[in-house]
């Protein structure tokens, strides 16, 4: 829910986002069939390392830095990007009048969330709705503090992006969309 600081509302207000350390423990369903339709093997090499090892990454703990952020009051709202990837979680911290525009152009996307859609054919609505497609944390904040954000982050080792805007929303449309 946005923060004592106010809603997510002003057109200087912007989506940043803490980068993943992989699928964390979502979409692992999913994850099976693709594994079990294509017969990959976990042991088969992928980036350097096995499949395995990529789609098993242990999830990034982001309490520090977050705690960091939410100390300096930076931030207006906070989405873990869980269970329902970043179309269900971001609108968890919006008010009902805004929607976020998340742009995918503006993160990189681990390989494996590429390996994982080419080998099964899924849409990429889906694995937005699915996975996190390298967004652990989706932050809510005004871009005048953008600069204290991605210094805070930094010193904690997170890497982090501008990734989209928080914008007027109509009643049909969806309250988080990615492009």
């Not at 946005?2 to 369903?29: F, L």
């Not at 989706?138 to 953008?146: F, K, N, P």
Request: hydrophobic residues 40%; charged residues 20%.
């Amino acid at each position: 829910m946005p923060s004592s600081t106010g809603a997510p509302s002003c057109p200087a207000t912007r989506s940043w986002a803490s980068a993943s350390s992989g699928a964390h423990s979502n979409g692992y369903s999913l994850v099976r069939k693709i594994l079990a339709v294509t017969g990959t093997e976990l042991d088969e090499p992928f980036e350097g390392r096995t499949l395995g090892d990529a789609l098993l990454e242990p999830t990034r703990i982001y309490v520090k830095p977050v705690l960091a952020l939410v100390g300096k009051s930076l931030v207006k709202g906070i989405a873990h990007i869980t269970g329902g990837g970043l179309v269900e979680n971001v609108p968890r911290v919006l008010p009902a009048n805004v929607a976020a525009r998340l742009e995918k152009s503006r993160w990189p996307r681990p390989a494996v969330f590429d390996w994982l859609q080419e080998q099964g054919n899924v849409p990429e609505p889906e694995m937005h709705r699915t996975f996190n497609c390298g967004l652990g944390m989706v932050l809510v904040m005004g871009r005048e503090h953008a600069g204290a954000a991605i210094a805070t982050l930094g010193i904690h080792g997170v890497p982090a992006w501008e990734v989209g805007t928080i914008v007027a929303r109509a009643d049909d449309v969806p309250q988080a969309v990615v492009a």
